[in-house]
């Protein structure tokens, strides 16, 4: 049984993730698990799109190079996509969500190209991220946070700070209470 929790934080590209995870990972002690990293690090994937500018993940490598990781607990995966990771070895899957406006404006200071922009403005509209996550997981684990400013990044941290702590009393014998 794990005695640190696995943590999923996906959304659409631009919402936050990464500065959600590493303030996370920096204020409790779990691992920052990098998707795209671990992706190029390990050969996880298919090659390079040069149209999207992105890698193409194999998910099968990736889930055999990351599994003992899930196993040992105390992760925080920084993804995109959730519904690939098994339930069984996640604890809490988080949805971060931006207004579009906000979104725009990340994704063009990063130079996204535009159909990259559309694509991720439009999954972001659609709420395609937060369906996979709900319909991948039970609802109990599933939450959806906003992601627009600073203020509301520090309000998730904590927020997620205090689900770390008390998971953590519920697992200390080893068995959710």
């Known amino acids: ?13 631009g919402v936050g993730k990464t500065s959600h995870c590493e303030l996370l990972a920096q204020n409790t002690g779990l691992k920052h698990l990098s998707i795209n990293q ?6 996880c994937h298919d090659g390079y799109d040069e149209h999207l500018k992105t890698w193409i993940v194999d998910e099968d490598k990736l889930l055999d190079a990351i599994e003992p990781e899930l196993e040992q607990g105390g992760y925080i995966i920084d993804w995109h996509a959730c519904d690939l990771f098994p339930e069984s070895k996640i604890d ?6 931006a207004d579009s406006t906000v979104l725009y404006d990340r994704l063009k200071a990063r130079n996204y190209p535009e159909v990259k922009l559309q694509e991720n403005l439009d999954a972001e509209i659609m709420q395609v991220l937060l369906s996979e ?5 039970v609802l109990e684990i599933v939450v959806e946070l906003q992601s ?9 941290i904590d927020r997620l700070q205090q689900w770390i702590t008390n998971w953590e009393k519920d697992h200390a014998d080893g068995e959710a209470s």
């Open 38 to 43: 671990v992706a190029k690090e390990r050969a």
């Open 133 to 137: 996550a709900q319909e991948s997981y």
């Open 148 to 156: 627009d400013n600073d203020e509301q990044l520090e309000e998730n």
């Open 1 to 13: 049984m794990r005695s640190r929790p696995n943590i999923i934080i996906t959304g659409t590209p």
């Open 92 to 97: 809490l899957v988080v949805v971060l969500r």
